[in-house]
């Protein structure tokens, strides 16, 4: 008896190292994957920004106001990388439930699908922009750079949110397949070893 207690205990032990081992490896690549999408984000507002006063300052008309819009839109864009970025490095994959790993990949699903929604407003609204500057008034140029300007950096974060989307919900697959290994009842508790 004592032997089938034992091996038992040993098969049980390994399956549960085994299962932390693959929620912290879950957590890890999550991570890692948003510390990759913050760096893209980065990369591209810096290089808005750093371009985006030499050509202003080449250019006239409503590309200089392209230009200029370009820049301050990246500063934005470069604050929230830097945050996001800061915030992966500062998570402890190996110090997250599975509970606290559901809630953090949902919410990530979640800010994800909503800031897409968020960027078809710019782009919206940069439509609405180049619409005004059909009028003659005055602010033709600015109003026309502006909206083309919003148009570009509404698409491209529109294309990133939703890439970025897609790539961490193919993640949290891996998260759902781990928790149907898991089993709660009102007697007990089971891991699922799949072979």
Do not use: C
């Amino acid at each position: 008896m004592r032997v089938k207690i034992l091996v038992f205990s040993f098969f049980l032990s390994i399956a549960f190292f085994v299962s932390a081992q693959d929620l912290d490896q879950f957590n890890a690549e999550r991570i890692d994957k948003t510390k990759a999408g913050m760096l893209v984000l980065g990369t591209w507002a810096t290089a808005n920004i750093a371009l985006s006063p030499i050509l202003a300052s080449r250019s006239d008309g409503s590309m200089k106001y392209f230009h200029q819009m370009n820049g301050y839109w990246n500063a934005v864009n470069l604050i929230i990388a830097g945050i996001g970025f800061y915030n992966a490095t500062t998570v402890d994959p190996a110090g997250l439930s599975v509970s606290e790993s559901l809630k953090e990949q949902y919410a990530l699903e979640k800010i994800l699908l909503f800031n897409a929604g968020l960027d078809l407003a710019y782009m919206a609204g940069g439509l609405y922009l180049l619409e005004r500057a059909k009028r003659e008034d005055g602010n033709t140029n600015r109003l026309k750079g502006f909206g083309q300007s919003i148009i570009l950096q509404g698409g491209f974060l529109f294309a990133f949110d939703v890439a970025f989307y897609l790539v961490q919900r193919a993640n949290g697959e891996k998260l759902l397949n781990y928790v149907d290994q898991l089993a709660l009842s009102p007697t007990g508790f089971s891991l699922i070893w799949k072979i």
